[in-house]
């Protein structure tokens, strides 16, 4: 099996592997202590050019308070989280339903519209911004408002999450959706009572990622919205950059608030993700 588990490698190799992460992990994290460091500084030590020295006052309280008080950070936290959620519960409905049609239902051009699906997730998205747009403009009037977010990221995300979904309804056993239909039961239901209840590993995951893949876009945050009351915290802190030019300790908070939900939703579903993307991946 490749790669060989590191408690079959020899101990010279094994002390390797163990200070490579360990470099590896400090290096990965220095960004991050940095923008934490740079949230509690004082905006005298940033006069001073203290940048990388440990701040000389600690102003943790003072710079996450100014940054709810004097910007609108609660309401592009509140944007973010009604869009990402929104996004996530259409996205996972939409595929769940298109993936249990196309892995046990046989029709014209089932196989058509899944290579439809796949296709879709090869579409650079840059390439979409100008019809988005007019889309959002024109025929659906949801420009600069959080359902154009919200309705774009369910279209794009929805191929994927098929793809996803359809694949993990097809390694299911096809006995169960027989004996259900011996007994009776209408395809509604063998859906809700017998695929859902078998898929949520799976859903899990796609939840855990689609809220990150969401929470963090700032591309189609700049293209469809433009005022504060429908802009999401990632756009959000770029116009706060606008607002604040000198007060890097204030970006760093919002920076760091803005980063705290989607690192919390994944320790909180740690093991159904994982649960998720092993799902099928041994039988017996």
């Known amino acids: 099996m490749f790669p060989a588990p590191i408690e079959n490698a020899t101990p010279a190799r094994r002390r390797f592997y163990y200070a490579t992460v360990w470099v590896a992990m400090i290096v990965w994290l220095l960004p991050i202590i940095g923008i934490a460091v740079t949230s509690i500084r004082s905006v005298q030590d940033l006069n001073a050019g203290n940048y990388w020295g440990w701040p000389t006052e ?4 003072a710079n996450y308070t100014r940054v709810f008080t004097s910007s609108p950070m609660l309401r592009f936290l509140f944007n973010s989280t009604v869009i990402t959620l929104l996004a996530c519960v259409g996205s ?5 339903m298109a993936g249990f049609a196309l892995s046990r239902y046989r029709f014209r051009g089932a196989t058509l519209l899944l290579a439809l699906f796949i296709a879709g997730n ?11 747009r007019d889309i959002a403009l024109h025929v659906i009037p949801v420009y600069d408002t959080i359902w154009a977010l919200v309705i774009f990221h369910i279209a794009f995300q929805t191929g994927f999450c098929t793809l996803f979904m359809r694949n993990f309804i097809a390694e299911l ?4 959706i027989e004996a259900a239909r011996v007994e009776g039961v209408s395809e509604i239901k063998i859906f809700l009572h017998v695929i859902l209840p078998l898929v ?9 990622l ?3 893949f969401v929470w963090n876009d700032y591309f189609w945050s700049l293209v469809l919205v433009q005022s504060d009351s429908a802009r999401p915290v990632t756009a959000g802190i770029q116009a706060l950059k606008e607002t604040w030019t000198n007060t890097w300790h204030l970006i760093s908070a919002g920076s760091l608030l803005a980063a705290v939900p989607p690192v919390a ?4 579903m740690q093991r159904q993700f994982i649960a998720g993307l092993t799902f099928g991946a041994t039988k017996g």
């Open 92 to 96: 996972i409905a939409l595929s769940a």
């Open 173 to 176: 056993p096809n006995e169960l």
């Open 265 to 268: 939703v994944f320790f909180l």
């Open 58 to 61: 600690i102003s943790a309280v």
């Open 210 to 212: 689609i809220f990150t």
């Open 200 to 208: 949520r590993p799976a859903m899990a995951a796609l939840f855990v």
């Open 122 to 132: 090869f579409v650079p998205f840059q390439m979409l911004m100008i019809p988005v």
